[in-house]
């Protein structure tokens, strides 16, 4: 049986039951935060995965992602965002902006990212 871990971070509760959705055949253990404190306590222990908004309650998302950074954790992201702010988003890219895609609303872009192929 898979043990792969997957952690959404998502507010808004249609997009988070979507994605859950999608990938809970693919993954065996889907979990999903609300916020900011919430996704970034549901990194211990660490997800294989994550899919996650940048826009969160009580925070900015990319402080999940610079936790992950400074952890050094081998999670695979993929950020869903309607955020339009370029500036923003290179930050989000980090050191590799090749590995940033326009994934809000194309799943098939997620499974790329994630490097899942749906069973």
């Known amino acids: 049986m898979d043990t792969s871990r997957l952690l959404i971070v998502e507010d808004d509760d249609p997009t988070r039951e979507m994605i859950r959705q999608i990938f809970e055949h693919a ?7 609300t916020t900011l404190d ?4 549901a990194l211990e222990p660490p997800p294989d995965f994550l899919v996650m ?8 998302g ?9 952890s050094g954790l081998p999670i695979r992201v993929a950020v869903c965002t309607g955020r339009a702010d370029c500036d923003h988003l290179k930050v989000v890219a980090g050191p590799d ?3 940033l895609h326009d994934a809000q609303n194309e799943i098939e872009a ?3 990212v994630l ?5």
């Open 27 to 33: 993954i065996c253990t889907v979990i999903s935060a």
């Open 38 to 41: 919430e996704g970034l306590a």
């Open 53 to 60: 908004d940048l826009n969160l309650p009580h925070g900015d």
């Open 62 to 70: 990319i402080e999940v992602l610079q936790q992950i950074r400074r």
């Open 97 to 99: 902006p090749g590995r």
């Open 110 to 112: 997620l499974y790329e």
């Open 115 to 119: 490097e899942l192929r749906s069973v």
